[in-house]
């Protein structure tokens, strides 16, 4: 079993340090938020994640991991460190890896020899030596490995994609490093892909970026089926059954969202535009994508009667996707910033990012639960496809609503017949 730090204690960072110590691996986590570093100490998981805080509570107790604040004192003694901070969005559109720099700064001068250095964030093909070069210039030892061991975890299902991924890639050009990190991996059934570290730095951008184009794919011929009276649903029924489609990530809905396929996708296309490739294709995947955001506030304006000012709309859903906390570019905040802007008054409920929302959106009003959301308002947009809003008792919502009884669903949730039945003007997505 092998001594690990992770540097960077969020979405990423947790799970993975989490589960190495489950593993029976040693961790050291560490973060700069003094605060977070504190609470995780305590078993206190800061992000909505299943499973998660009982494999900190194992860690822990078992004596296997541990939370510090600062990278140094977890990187002093270590194998392996596993880098899992931040990677945003630069105004170029390129990855921004500066956070990054700033860690390989901070280790190199107490790594001991013989330690890898484990490219975990989501960075650009050429990063694995920069990172090297980075360590070197600030004097770490020469015998200091670096590779490139990208992650493909989904939020909300953190724990379960980590110890049970599709696949494992670890990018070195280094032999034997690449079969020291793999070892970590031991105890995990899965395929372990060795390649140089380009191009698993592009199996990270590749893989995100196919996933992006199936979703604004959807979306364009869920535009296409309400302009010729098609339902999306039964096409995506139809086109699923073929084994080579298959019916993962075909959800038409309000456009992706979240920490990673806008800022991946726009980080591709900065390479490609570097590397003098127009990739329109991708160009045309982004652009689908802002347009479906505004499509929902179209439909929503078009609910309120052409025009938003003074009107009630209740919002069922901020956070980006069901089942996580995580607010970064979350469509649904887009949507909600938008109608704000236009002068309706908003009344919000997430199950999860309550607090959040908040102190993100001044000017949201934020309800107590679903039917506190809907009470009042004359227009309702379901804009996250948390369970919980199918399950709700519809009679009671819609007797709480005012004229016109508009619902507009952007992730297809509900059951259109049912909503209409009830006395909802029901709209949703491509059908
Ligand atoms: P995050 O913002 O949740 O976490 C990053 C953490 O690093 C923060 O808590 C921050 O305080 C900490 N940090 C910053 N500088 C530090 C330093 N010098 N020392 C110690 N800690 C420091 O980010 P995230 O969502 O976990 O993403 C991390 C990386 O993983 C990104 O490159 C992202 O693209 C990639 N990724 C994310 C996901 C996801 O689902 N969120 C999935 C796969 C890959
Ligand atoms: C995504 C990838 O699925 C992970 O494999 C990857 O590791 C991660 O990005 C990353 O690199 O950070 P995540 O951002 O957690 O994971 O979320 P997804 O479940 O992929 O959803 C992304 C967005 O697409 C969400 O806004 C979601 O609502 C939307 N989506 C997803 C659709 O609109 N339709 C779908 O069919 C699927």
Same mark, same amino acid.
Request: net charge negative; charged share 20%; glycine share 10%.
């Given at each position: ?29 560490? +973060? ?13 998981? *800061? ?141 995990? &059934? ?63 809905? *309000? ?69 996580? +906390? ?23 409920? +997430? *199950? ?40 709700? +008792? ?7 609503? &005012? ?12 059951? *259109? ?15």
């Amino acid at each position: 079993m092998s001594e690990i730090a992770v540097i960077g204690a969020g979405y990423v960072g947790i799970p993975t340090a989490a589960c190495f110590a489950h593993l029976g691996h040693h961790v050291v986590c560490a +973060d700069v938020d003094e605060a977070r570093v504190r609470g995780l100490a305590k078993g206190e998981v *800061p992000i909505l994640e299943e499973g998660l805080p009982a494999l900190v509570v194992e860690g822990l107790q078992s004596g296997r991991l541990r939370f510090v604040v600062g990278s140094q004192e977890a990187a002093a003694h270590a194998e392996f460190v596993f880098i899992c901070v931040q990677t945003p969005q630069s105004e170029s559109g390129a990855a921004d890896l500066s956070v990054v720099e700033g860690v390989a700064r901070e280790i190199a001068p107490v790594l001991r020899p013989g330690t890898v250095v484990v490219n975990k964030s989501t960075m650009p093909v050429g990063s694995t030596d920069a990172v090297a070069r980075a360590l070197k210039s600030a004097g770490a030892v020469t015998d200091v490995g670096v590779a490139s061991n990208p992650e493909f975890l989904r939020e909300g299902q953190a724990v379960r994609d980590t110890l049970a991924p599709h696949r494992v890639v670890i990018g070195c050009d280094d032999t034997e490093v690449a079969v020291r990190v793999s070892a970590v991996y031991r105890d995990i &059934q899965a395929p372990v892909l060795v390649t140089d570290p380009a191009s698993a730095e592009m199996i990270k951008y590749a893989s995100n970026a196919f996933l992006a184009t199936k979703i604004s794919f959807v979306n364009a011929i869920a535009n296409l089926c309400e302009a010729v009276n098609a339902d999306v649903r039964e096409v995506v029924l139809g086109m699923g059954y073929d084994p080579r489609i298959g019916f993962e990530v075909l959800h038409p809905g *309000p456009g992706f969202g979240g920490s990673c396929f806008p800022k991946d996708t726009a980080a591709l296309l900065h390479t490609a535009d570097e590397a003098g490739y127009d990739f329109g294709l991708l160009r045309a995947v982004m652009d689908v994508n802002v347009k479906q955001r505004n499509l929902v506030v179209d439909k929503l304006r078009a609910a309120a009667g052409g025009d938003l000012r003074g009107a009630n709309v209740g919002v069922w859903g901020l956070a980006f996707k069901a089942n996580t +906390d995580d607010l970064r570019d979350s469509p649904a905040v887009f949507v909600a910033e938008q109608l704000i802007a236009e002068g309706a008054t908003i009344r919000a409920y +997430d *199950p999860a990012a309550r607090e959040t929302a908040a102190v993100r959106l001044p000017g949201l009003e934020v309800a107590t639960d679903a039917y506190d959301a809907a009470a009042g308002a004359s227009v309702l947009a379901l804009l996250t496809e948390w369970d919980e809003f199918r399950w709700l +008792d519809f009679g009671r919502v819609r007797t709480s609503m &005012q004229s016109p009884y508009a619902l507009v669903d952007a992730r297809n949730l509900l059951d *259109p017949s049912a909503m209409r039945r009830r006395g909802f003007v029901y709209q949703g997505v491509g059908r």
